[in-house]
Each structure stands twice: as C-alpha cells, then as structure tokens.
C-alpha cells in the first residue's frame, strides 16, 4: 500500500470516527449510568464505583472533545483517539474487577453486568471493526477483567474453565469479524480512493447529484468553489452560484423526462469567466451526472480560425478579381472614351449652332446609357469586394448573378479569344448571398480561362442551369479535354493547383466548395462528360433549403 494512499485511509477513518463518536459516546454514557443505578440497587451507595462512573463519563465528554481538534494531523489524532479509548477500557475494567473482587455480589448483577459487556462491544463495534488497535486497547482489558469476574464468581473449576473458553470463543469470533470487516472497509475506501482518482482526472468539473443536492464532486469542482463553502449535501448551484441560468437549466433538466441535456455557456469559475460545455446525463437511483468541461481555448481557435477564413476568404476573392482586373480596364475605359467623344461631338456642334434639339437629345442618352455601364461596374465591383461573413440567405434571381459576374471577365475572355454564352431560364431563384454564388462563378470562369486560353482555336465556355426536382444545378463547361485521373481527388483540396507558380494560390476551388458546402449544395466535376471540362453546383430549391433549414 503507498504512502498516500495510507494517509488518505487515515484520513478517511478519522472522519468516519468523527462521524460516529457521538452516537458511540451517548450508548456508554447511557450504559454507565444503567449500571451505576443497578449496583447502587443491589450493592448500595458506594462513592469508589461514582467515582470510576464519573471518570468514564469525563472519558467519553474527552472522547466528544476530539471533534474540536481540527488542528491535529491524522496521525496525531488517530493517536490521541486511542489513549482515549484506553482510558475508557482501564475505568471499565477497574468497575468490573472492583465488582468481582467482593464477597456479596448478587446474580442479578453478574446478569447486569454481562448485558452492559455485551452492550459495550455492540456500542463500540463499528469503531472496533475499522481500527484495530482501538480494538486490542479496549477489548483486552475487559476481556481480562471478564475472566478474573468468572473465576471469583464461580466455585467449580469447570464451570470456570468452561466460562473462560466460552469467552475467548467469543473474542475469538470477534477477531475474526473484526479482520473481516477491517478488510471489507479498505477494500472499499481503496476503491472510492481510485474512482475519486480518476474522477479528478477529468479536465474539467464533474458532479452528481442525487435530487438536487451535490452528491460527488471531483477536485476541479473544490477548487472552483469559494474555500468557505461546501458541496456535498448542498443543493445546486453551490459552486456557480453567479450563474442562475446554470442552475435553473440544470433544475429544469431534472425535473423533466429528457435523459441527457449538452449545451455551451459561459461560467464564473477561480476568478473568470470562460466558456464551458455542459453535460448532463440521468442516471440511477434519482441520480444526475454533470461534467463542465472548459472549452475557453477551443472557442478562441475556432473564432481565430474562422477569422483567417474569412481573411483568406476574401484574399481569394480579390485574387480572382485582380486575374480578370485587365478586362475590367478594358471595360471602363472603353465607356469612358465613347463618353469623352460624344460629349466633344455635342461641344463641338454646339459651337458651331449645328445642335439641334434631336441631336443634343440622342447625344445625352449615349452619355447617360454609357454611363450606367460605367456605374453597373463599379457597384457590381463595390459589392463584390465587401464582407459577406453575416449576410443572411435570401431568395435572388440566378440570372442576375451570373449576368453581374459576366461584368468582371466578358472583356478579358473576348479579348482572349473565347467565346462566352449562358442560357439561365428567367424564373430560376436560389437562396444565396449573390456575391458568394458570383465568387464561386468568377473562380470557375478564371479556370477555365487559364485552362484553354493558349489554344488557338475553338475556344469556348458554355454556363447553363436548370431545375431538377427539388435542386437546382448549374453547369460550367469549357473546351479543355478534361481532368487527368491522377489530380481528380486532388482538386478541392487547399492550396493544390496546377497552374504555373505565382499565377494560382490553389484556394479557389477550396473556398468555392465551403461556400457551396454553406448553402446546403454540392459542387463537383462531371466526369462523365469525357470530351470537355464540366463543373456542376447543385443547389437546393429555397423551399427545399428552408425545409433542410427546418429539420
């Protein structure tokens, strides 16, 4: 047996004798003042046998005193409970010798007396089961005195020698009782010794309860609980009782039909407050088992994560932006000179009192119809380039985003030769934030772009969607010949590309697949399409998102 392990069994038989003293000590008393009355009755007034009762008496009140030695080590008090208890056998030992060493002593108190023996170890019996020296200090004594009574109270020899092995017969079954239920109660603190072991490994708080009241705590539940206060036996909310909502969920959960309850929240615990997850589950007999387990660093990687998502995110959409940002230029400034050309047409005429009403009119709506396309780019620029983190879903027209994206990238991919159509049915709406759905298209069309812009002929991408029963899919292809079997389970992943070094980041795809993966869609090559490069994003109808929503 370790060393610690002896200290806790010290400790705990020290509490367990603290616990029972009181009851221990109030059955002698009673007994003492039995047979002080019953030899006073039969023997008369006898100041020597006061005298022993008296001193017995004070024993058992010092015996009541050692609950107040709190500042004694186990050890020291084990000890000093021992010196009490042989003072309790030494004055009850005198009382009987003094009774067996007189001539006129009646039956009627050898009856007595051999009740208040029998009453003695029954009194005595739990704190002499669990602690054998107590149990040698105060049996061996008595049983001696026992066997002078028995032999000058007896006139026959075997009468006395039948009475003494009667005795250690006796003592002899108490021994073996003792050692048995001495080994029964180690076995047994050992065992709680090694559950409350392992219940204090747990990261974290873990309690039971039976009802409402703290019935198990582990050493994080101690620690987080103010030193004046204790748990075991106290209702709930003991430990965290800065958080009512704590309490009064896990009440409720109690007192409900619900077997197992899990939830975040946050927790005042050593001085902060910090995330935890709760865990309730119903077990037997009335009782509820909860852990509390911290999961402050957990939350703080997740939002760390999520931020550099975002980041890398809206890094990606930039990037994609900025691969077709010479087509834009192309896009702006070509409007921007039809604008400065008409408007020098209209000076000019205007000079020259050659500008008739119709003329000024018709030069007007050029600027103004230019202008708008100017203004269609910017805004679909503006919306493209801000955060989206929290927008909610909203039903939008697909037509109008993909037309929208066209905007970034018409002018790169006629510039380079390919030809662009869509074929979007009007009433077709999906359930989006539009600038997402317009980044995944972007980086689809970016792709393709790369993949087929250094052929020389029949350079083409084709976008077309549809409705299937309950989905949408939506469907971009392009001239390339496919995807090699060899990178085809590569192709989502973050950072894989196959682009030349310093053109791709190999995040588009990723990043496409988790916006698609948030909209309850799925985004995949068709392989089956052997002749061409096909990328298919199936998205749920908004009737059947909100459903999934739903459920």
Not at 50 to 62: D, E, K, R, W
Not at 65 to 94: C, G, Q, R
Request: overall charge neutral.
């Amino acid at each position: 047996m370790t060393l610690f392990l002896q200290e806790h069994l010290q400790e705990r038989l020290r509490s367990e004798l603290e616990e029972t003293t009181v009851r221990s000590a109030i059955a002698s008393i009673a007994l003492i003042v039995i047979y002080q009355v019953s030899a006073v009755s039969f023997l008369g007034f006898n100041l020597y046998h006061i005298a022993i009762s008296t001193a017995l008496i004070l024993s058992y009140v010092c015996r009541l005193a050692l609950k107040k030695l709190s500042n004694l080590s186990n050890k020291e008090w084990l000890f000093v409970h021992l010196i009490v208890i042989m003072s309790h056998s030494t004055f009850w030992s005198l009382t009987l010798l003094e009774i067996a060493t007189m001539d006129l002593v009646s039956p009627e108190l050898h009856i007595v007396t051999y009740l208040v023996f029998a009453g003695l170890i029954a009194a005595a019996s739990y704190t002499l089961s669990i602690s054998k020296y107590d149990f040698f200090a105060f049996v061996l004594p008595i049983l001696g005195t026992q066997i002078v009574v028995i032999f000058q109270s007896f006139d026959y020899l075997t009468l006395k020698i039948s009475s003494v092995l009667m005795i250690l017969l006796f003592f002899n079954f108490l021994i073996h009782q003792r050692r048995r239920m001495e080994k029964s109660w180690i076995e047994q603190r050992t065992k709680n010794f090694e559950m409350q072991n392992i219940v204090d490994a747990v990261p974290g708080g873990l309690s039971v309860l039976k009802g409402y009241n703290y019935h198990l705590v582990n050493k994080y539940m101690r620690q987080a609980t103010p030193a004046n206060v204790q748990l075991i036996g106290n209702p709930i909310g003991s430990a965290w009782n800065d958080n009512p909502q704590f309490t009064s969920r896990i009440r409720e959960f109690i007192s409900s039909k619900e077997r197992r309850l899990q939830y975040e929240t946050e927790l005042s615990a050593m001085g902060e407050v910090r995330t935890y997850l709760v865990t309730a589950v119903k077990s037997f007999n009335d009782e509820t088992i909860i852990s509390i387990i911290d999961i402050e660093e957990v939350k703080q990687i997740e939002r760390e994560m999520n931020a550099q998502k975002i980041k890398l995110q809206q890094s990606a959409k930039m990037a994609a932006l900025g691969e077709m940002a010479s087509g834009l230029a192309h896009e702006i400034n070509n409007p921007v000179a039809i604008i400065s050309g008409r408007a020098q047409q209209l000076i000019l005429a205007t000079k020259k009192e050659m500008a008739t009403k119709e003329v000024l009119l018709k030069g007007l709506l050029d600027i103004n119809t230019t202008a708008e396309r100017i203004n269609r780019i910017v805004k679909g620029l503006r919306s493209f380039a801000h955060d989206t983190t929290n927008e909610p879903l909203l039903p939008h027209p697909l037509k109008d985003i993909v037309e929208d994206t066209l905007t970034f990238c018409e002018a790169k991919l006629r510039n380079n030769g390919i030809d662009l159509s869509y074929s979007i049915p009007d009433n077709l709406e999906i359930l989006c934030v539009p600038t997402q759905i317009s980044q995944v298209i972007l980086n689809a069309l970016n792709n393709s772009h790369d993949a087929i812009a250094h052929e020389e002929t029949n350079k083409w991408i084709r976008i077309t969607a549809e409705q299937k029963e309950d989905s949408i899919r939506i469907s971009i292809t392009d001239s390339g010949k496919g995807i090699i079997p060899d990178i085809r389970d590569k192709l989502m992943q973050p950072f894989f590309t196959t682009k030349e070094v310093g053109k791709g980041t190999g995040l588009g795809l990723s990043i496409s697949k988790g916006i698609i993966n948030a909209h309850k869609g799925q985004i995949f090559f068709n392989y089956d399409n052997t002749e061409n490069t096909e990328l298919v994003i199936v998205l749920p109808l908004p009737q059947q998102q909100n459903l999934n929503s739903i459920s």
